[in-house]
Every structure is written in structure tokens, then in C-alpha cells.
């Protein structure tokens, strides 16, 4: 195991990395070959072959290894069977898996959630009832434990009692960011968060789009819930369609700049969600008719009065100010206040900036 | 020859009676001044020979020595020309010193013998009436602040000349006793009013419903305001119109806000007291010492300017955290309290606070399509608002953007008149609740007193417990929340306090960083 983690933690790429498995059988080979036989394999640059004969010198493969294991972080690499099955076939695999918690078992189905970081309303509240309909139904969730989409998909999965993974682009032993502690610890708890970086390496730009092909390389289906028209997500849905994985992707209205990233990838080809059933009864492959659709919704507004009704028609998705609605139902302030003041009660709609409310249903 | 003169020195905004006593004895010719002089009153000694001689009055080559008691106080300002001359000049016995009992005098000479303003002369001349003093003698262009004292004879002059004729043959050039205003005088008041500038009115303002009620409401029980909007949306426009919907200043109000300006020098040549309630606005690089008063010889700041009005801190994020906390005492106490080696000093400081701030550091924020900012950049700029300044903040509301009808349709808007009207109202409920106590407004409950005046019947009560539940209050913000209800209720003319004057309450509630996280 220990020389496991010194291949992983040696300095090199991937690909490289897995020849030199093919040709020697296991970490332990690498390590022991000699210099000429590394160099007669003929599978590197010699270049690299340096920077590993360079690794071999520097490193006290005992005392790293035992640094290593002090600090509770699981490691997982090509050679185990509990590497990630889907994981193994996306070219550049990392040879080594950090991650704290529980990996997949090989028969978890997991589907990645990716999107903006700040998103809409509607983008927040999709996220997050998707995410607990895929868990209640069985599927684990694969994100990234940003902030935005990726957390409330993660916080949608557990909230549906789900198993849910997150990818990070720094050490599996720091949590970024920080306002996600809590989540990060429910996320160890009830799944793992895996990282190809070396324990203790700090969260910088460039490791993100990197760890976007794992989050999209450990599922089948890649969810894109929105997306700006140069975002980080449609970086994952480009990764998945390279890896041969599904894309789906939630539609938005053409103005909405939210929905620019995600509109463009249904024109381009990506399944377009219609309903929250209808997406997991693509999953299932059963029909859409095997889902009956949101009834509180409607329970909800059989109780709402002439008004009540007059201002919840004013609301939408998109957050409005009170003034907007104000001059939309022409109501007077203080009766406006009252109904959206009920509305709020019966969880209808909410406020998602101070005077801003949208509609939750 | 001894003589003696009362002049008096402005200590914070209230003023003291000194005497300058010259005293003429035969030495060598040495001109002294002694009792706790700054450098501008030691600076005196020059101006005041070289004024007496170019007006024709030779020192004697005696030993001069000026004192000005009590030697406890340390004497600043250049007020002390005038008085110095004229002790001199009693003590050659040029002016008859029996003249001089009933007298204050100030003013600043020139080298050629005129005389110039000085600040603070209407505290002074309070003070004068105060000690029984009913004649003042001060530069002309401070006649009119001294002849707003009732019972004062105001003596105007401009030059030294016209000091010694006054004193010696009763010769005015413009006095000036606190009678009704001659016709003349008040058509001459009317024109400055004219001059100002037009007081903002709220009948200008279109659209943002809910940002002039919060106006009102803040008005009626004096709570302290924060707006938040993009730039653009009329947040400097509804703290101009404030002051408007304030109830009128009765006359110690008014005497209490002339004196803070006449002590920093600001009361110009205004021909009536201060009549209009504040509205200052400091720019926001301002120093804590300008903010709430200060420096080494205490003056007042921008606070107590605003006293009885408006202070409307724009761009609440640019200030120096350092200088807003310094708001913090005054804010509770309506007043601030400096202390220094040479004694403590009192400003009144009773004003509504209202700031104003963008969501954001573009400013647009929940507006996501306008927006660009990242979380980081949000959380920062929240970060940079002081948490004790917030927590002294009852009423925080959105000023959205205004659309295009709101800009150009000719509403008939409601005018400034109209709300005072309410305002007054509420404000007459309060003065009548809080009768015998120490409360003047519904913003200074202490919060033992609230379950008292801000009592909840059963309704409203577990509609309370929900909205704990689900806002995440605290027990400062609920409290805050139940005076705000009380002060809605009281412009409804309601006793007790209804559910809809929680649930408006609720959305003036005060802003917290979980307000930037529930992105629009």
C-alpha cells in the first residue's frame, strides 16, 4: 500500500502513470525497477522517468506512508477493486483516489448534479427537489460541494436520505468552501468526498476544471440545472459527452441569463427535463404516467382568498420586489403586505432577498 | 489704573462670562497677557496695539498687564480683541469704566482698528442674559444671532472707533433691542426664506410605495432607517424629504439647533433662528472627529448639526468602520459626552439616523442578469457594515429600481404636508402613552418595558412564535420588531397592536447575512 501512495503522490500524469503499471504489475514494481529497466520500457518521456527516480530518492516511502495514515484519509487507486468502476473507463483516471467516508459499491447508480453557483430561485429550488427524488429513488448524487447548485443537491439527496459523493479540488481533508462545513461532514457521513489531491493541498482555480471530469466521470447521467453562457458547468457536460456519458439539462426562459449555458446544451442535444417525473422516468425507462404530479401544491391554494390569489398570480419564479407587484395587482400596500405576508405562511412563496420574493411552487 | 471688561468664551456649545482686566502701573514699558492663553488670544497683544495706535490711541510707556479670569479656563478664539482693546483703553481712562458694568463684548480687530465675526456669539449672548447682562457688544455681521436673545440690546459695530463713541457719547450706528419685526423685516425675513433652497417633498417622489411608508413609520417613532438599493432609485431623494414630514421644531428646539451653529460658525447671516429641521449628509470619507464632534478643544460634529433632524450617512459600506462605531454612545444616549483634561463637554445629538447602501459592489444584486459579483466579493462587502451600527437599526427596506412608468407618469403623489399630519398624530399617541416617563418615542422602549407597551394578544402572539421560527430572530431583532408594530399601530390609531401591523413590522425588519444567501 505504501508504494500506492508514493505513485500517487509522485509528480506526473495520469496516463503515464497506468503504462508504467501495465508494464511493471503494480506500485510496488514501479518502485522497485530499476533505473534501466524504466527506461528500456520505453513507456515515458525520460523526463518523467527522472522526476519518479527523483521521487524515489527524495521520499521515505515508510515514514509518508505512516504521515499519510495518521491523518484518517481512505486512499483508493487502479489496482483496487473498489476504485470506481465507471471511474477506471474516462481517460485520465487518476491513478490514486483520495476521500474521506464510503466509496459507491459497484451496483450505487450515481447521477451528477452540476450548475451556477449563484442561481435562481427556480434553479435553487429544482436542484434541490431533484436531487431528493433521484435519493428517494435509489440514486446516489455526485457533485462538487460548491456553493449554489452543488450544495443544495448534495443537501437535496440527504434530505431525501440518499447516499451523496463530492469531488473537491483540494485536499479531501479541507472544506471548500467554508461555509459548507456542516454539509461536508453530513456528506462524510452519508457517502465521501474524494479528491485526487494530496491531502492538504489548498483549493486553487485551476484544480476545479480538473476535478469536473471526475464528477462526471464517476455517473452514467450528467444533470446541468443551470448554467451561464460561460460556466464552469457546461465545462462538466462537455467532460461527460467526451466520456460518453448521458446529458440532461434544465430548460429556462431564452431571457434569463441563467439559462443561456443550459439551453444552448438542449439545442445541442442534451435531454431536456420537462417534469421531475418525467426526467426519473427516463432514468427507470418507465412511463411518465407512473408518477402522479405535486398535489400540495394545489391543496396549498384551495385555501387562498380572491386576493391572496390576485398577488400570488403577480409572483413568479424570478424574485420581484414588493413595488412590482405593488403596481401589478394595484393592491394597496398595507393589503399587499397581508397577502404576501400569508403567502409566506403557507409557503408559497418566500423571501430571497430583503422585499424580494419568488414563488417556491 | 484698573478697568475690566466681561467678554465670554465658548466651552462645547454653551458659553462662559470672563473678565478682561487691564491693569496700567508704573515700570518699564512691557505689555502683558496672562491667564491660560492659547496661542490665538496671545496673539491678541499685537493685533490690539497695533488697532489702538492706527486708531489714534498711544499706549502708555507703563508696565500694561492684561489679565482674563478666572486663570482656570483655558481661553481660546479670537474673540478677545474687542475686550482687551477696550480695558485698555478704560484703563487711560479714554472710556469712562462706569459704562462698562452691564456690558459682554467680543470681536476679532484688525490691524486698522476693524472689527470682524466671530463664531459662536449666540451661546454668548445667551450666556450674557443669563448673568443679568443686557447689553452686547459684537461684530455687525453677528447682530442679528445676538438680537435673537430676548431681552438683549444688541450693539452692531465695525470698527473700533464706533466702540469708543457708543461708550463715551451713546452714538449707535445700528442697535438693535428683540422687538416684533417691523414690516420691513419681515418682508426681508420672507425673501430669505424664498432664497432657500426648496425643502424636498415627498410629492415629487414617484413610485417606491413601500420605502415612503417606511419614511413615515421611521418619522413617527423616530427609528433609525437603512435603504437598500441599486444606485439610482431615489435613497437620497426620500432622506431629503425626511426632514419635511417631521413635525415643525417649537422654539427651544430651534434656539438648542442656532446655537450649535453659531458655535461652528455656520449661522451666517441668517435673519431668523434655524426653523427648518436638519438634513445633513456627510461625505463618506469623513473622520470620527467630524462625525460625532471632538478634536482637542471640543467642537461639535456633524451629529449634533443634525440635531432634531436628519444625519443620512450614503454609502453606509464606505464609511471607516472605526468612525461608525463611534456612533454607537450617541445613538442610545441622544447625546455624546467628550471628555478632556480641561473638562467634559456635552453636544446634544438627537437625530434619526437614516443610511443608505447597495446590495452589492456593483450595486445591482439580486438582479442577477445586471449582477457579476461573486459570493466572495458579496459576503465581503456585507462584512464591511459594523453589526453594532446594524443592531441600532430599527427599519431596514429595498428601494428597487424604478421602471419607467413610476419616472415619468404625473402621479398625484401624496405630499409631505399630508403625512406630517399622521406623523404628528402618532407622535401626540406616543407623548400621551409615555406621560411621566423618561421615554419620548417608541424607538427608546427599553426593552423591560416592552411586554408593557407592546403587549400581543393570542392571534398575534403565535403568529410571532411562527415568525421566530421561520425568520430566525433574536431576541434584540424580535424586540426591535415589536416597537416598530407599536410605532405602525399608533399611526393606524390603534391601542393595541394588530397582526397586520406585525406583518408589516416584519417586512421592515432589519437586514442580516443570511439575506445575501437565499440568492433572488
Known sequence: MKYRYWLTAARGGNAAKRKLLSVFGSARGVYEAKEEALR?????????????????????????????????????????????????????????????GTLPEGCESCVAMVGARRPSGYGQHTAHAIAKLLAESGYSVVSGLALGIDGLSHQGALSGGGRTYAVLGC???????????????????????????????????????????????????????????????????????????????????????????????????????????????????????????????????????????????????????????????????SALITAVSRLCRCGLIRETFKNHYARIT | MYSEVSCAIVSGIESILVRAETDISPGLPVFDMVGFLSSEVKEAKERVRTALKNCGYNLPVKRITVNISPASIRKTGSGFDLPVAVSILAATEVIRSAQLKDLVMVGELGLNGGIYPVNGVLSMALAASECGKHICIVPKENSFEASLVPQMTVVGVSH??????????????????????????????KEICAEDEPEADFAFMNGQKLLRRACEVSASGRHN???????????????????????????????????????????????????????????????????????????????????????????????????????????????????????????????????????????????????????????????????????????????????????????????????????????????????????????????????????????????????YASLGLTARTYHKLLKVARTIADLDGADAIGLSHLQEAVCYRGLDSKDWEGVA
Open chain 1, 171 to 333: 485536499g479531501a481533508d479541507i472544506c471548500y468552501p467554508k461555509r459548507h462545513r456542516d454539509l461536508y461532514e453530513s456528506i462524510i457521513a452519508n457517502g465521501a468526498v474524494l479528491s485526487e489531491y494530496l491531502p492538504g493541498t489548498p483549493p486553487v482555480a485551476e484544480h476545479f476544471p480538473a476535478r469536473n471530469r471526475l464528477i462526471s466521470g464517476l455517473c452514467k447521467k450528467t444533470i446541468v440545472i443551470e448554467a451561464r453562457a460561460k460556466s464552469g458547468s457546461l465545462i462538466t457536460a462537455d467532460f461527460a459527452l467526451e466520456q460518453g456519458r448521458d446529458v440532461y439539462a434544465l430548460p429556462g426562459r431564452i431571457t434569463d441569463p441563467l439559462s443561456e449555458g443550459t439551453n444552448r446544451l438542449i439545442a445541442q442535444g442534451a435531454a431536456m427535463i420537462c417534469s421531475k417525473e418525467g426526467l426519473l422516468s427516463d432514468f427507470l425507462e418507465l412511463p411518465e404516467a407512473a408518477f402522479c404530479g405535486d398535489s400540495t401544491y394545489n391543496k396549498k391554494k384551495m385555501c387562498l382568498e380572491k386576493e391572496e390569489l390576485l398577488v400570488y398570480s403577480c409572483f413568479d419564479f424570478y424574485a420581484k420586489s414588493m413595488d412590482e407587484v405593488q403596481r401589478e395587482s394595484g393592491l394597496e400596500l
Open chain 2, 160 to 189: 473700533l472707533t464706533e466702540v469708543v463713541a457708543y461708550l463715551n457719547e451713546g452714538i449707535e450706528c445700528s442697535r438693535k433691542r428683540n422687538e416684533a419685526p417691523t414690516d420691513e423685516e419681515s418682508a426681508c425675513q
Open chain 2, 225 to 467: 432607517l437603512l435603504m437598500l438599493g441599486p444606485p439610482g432609485s431615489g435613497k437620497t431623494m426620500a432622506a431629503k424629504c425626511l426632514p419635511s414630514i417631521l413635525p415643525p421644531m417649537d422654539k427651544n428646539e430651534q434656539m438648542e439647533l442656532s446655537k450649535i451653529y453659531s458655535v461652528c460658525g455656520l449661522f451666517a447671516e441668517r435673519k431668523k433662528l434655524l426653523d427648518k429641521r436638519p438634513f445633513r449628509h456627510p461625505h463618506h470619507s469623513i473622520s470620527a472627529v467630524g462625525l460625532v464632534g471632538g478634536g482637542q478643544i471640543p467642537h461639535p460634529g456633524e451629529i449634533s448639526l443634525a440635531n432634531g433632524g436628519v444625519l443620512f450617512l450614503d454609502e453606509l459600506t464606505e464609511f471607516r468602520r472605526d468612525t461608525l462605531d463611534m456612533l454607537r454612545q450617541p445613538l442610545e444616549e441622544h447625546q455624546l459626552t467628550i471628555g478632556r483634561s480641561s473638562g467634559s463637554f456635552t453636544f446634544p445629538a438627537d437625530f434619526v439616523l437614516v443610511a443608505a447602501m447597495n446590495p452589492c459592489k456593483c450595486g445591482y444584486y439580486p438582479d442577477l442578469s445586471r449582477c457579476r459579483c461573486t459570493q466572495n466579493e458579496i459576503d465581503r462587502y456585507f462584512g464591511r457594515i459594523s453589526q453594532p451600527l446594524l443592531d441600532r437599526i430599527d427599519i431596514c427596506v429595498e428601494a428597487p429600481r424604478l421602471n419607467f412608468s413610476d419616472i415619468t407618469k404625473k402621479a398625484d403623489n401624496e405630499s409631505s404636508a399630508d403625512i406630517r399630519k399622521r406623523v404628528i398624530k402618532a407622535l401626540a399617541m406616543q407623548r400621551e402613552r409615555f406621560k411621566g416617563t423618561p421615554i419620548r418615542f417608541n424607538s427608546g422602549i427599553p426593552n423591560r418595558d416592552i411586554p408593557l407597551y407592546c403587549s400581543l394578544g393570542k392571534k398575534e402572539t403565535r403568529f410571532m412564535e411562527e415568525m
Open chain 1, 40 to 100: 528500456a520500457a520505453n513507456a515515458v518521456p525520460d523526463a518523467w522517468i527522472d522526476r519518479l527516480l527523483e521521487a524515489k530518492r527524495s521520499w521515505d516511502v515508510q515514514k509518508e506512508y505512516d504521515a499519510f495514515l495518521q491523518k484518517q484519509i481512505g486512499l483508493v487507486t487502479l489496482e483496487e477493486a473498489a476504485y470506481p468502476a465507471l471511474l477506471k473507463e474516462i481517460y485520465d483516471a487518476p491513478y490514486g483516489l483520495f476521500y474521506r
